[in-house]
């Protein structure tokens, strides 16, 4: 493994476990190895389903691919705001402009609702408050 590498994956487990605090505290304590006693190759197997084989495929480029992410992230509505932040926020590092990213959640509002919409673009409104002022 390369240290970008490790650095990322460090970098997911950190995020994973802020969430996991934020969504149930007692969530802090819970222990994987019961997981990988019965599934040996959970933590590989969801690495390479995550990392590899779908967002390292070819036919869309990350940048789509994240406006894609983004588009089924906001009909899923609130109770995807976290997955929503970070989409976004990588989505701008992918290289998708502020009006692109605002044009998939308002085309979302036919199928999540209007209010599944509003909130995404506050969200969204919220990252590009935070983004550099040379993002797109």
């Not at 997981?35 to 197997?45: A, C, G, Q, R, V």
């Not at 940048?63 to 926020?89: D, F, H, S, Y």
Request: hydrophobic share 45%; glycine share 6%.
């Amino acid at each position: 493994m390369t240290e970008a590498w490790q650095k990322m994956v460090q970098s997911l487990l950190e995020q994973g476990q802020a969430m996991a605090r934020s969504v149930n505290p007692a969530l802090e304590t819970f222990q994987v190895k019961g997981f990988e006693k019965l599934i040996p190759t959970l933590s590989k197997d969801f690495m390479e389903m995550a990392f590899g084989r779908t967002f390292n495929r070819e036919g869309l480029d990350a940048r789509t691919r994240l406006l894609v992410t983004l588009a089924a992230l906001t009909v899923l509505g609130a109770q995807a705001e976290p997955q929503i932040r970070l989409t976004v926020r990588h989505a701008l590092e992918a290289g998708a402009t502020r009006r692109e990213i605002a044009e998939v959640i308002y085309q979302m509002s036919l199928f999540g609702g209007l209010p599944a919409m509003q909130r995404a673009l506050e969200i969204a409104e919220g990252v590009f408050r935070d983004a550099p002022e040379d993002s797109p």
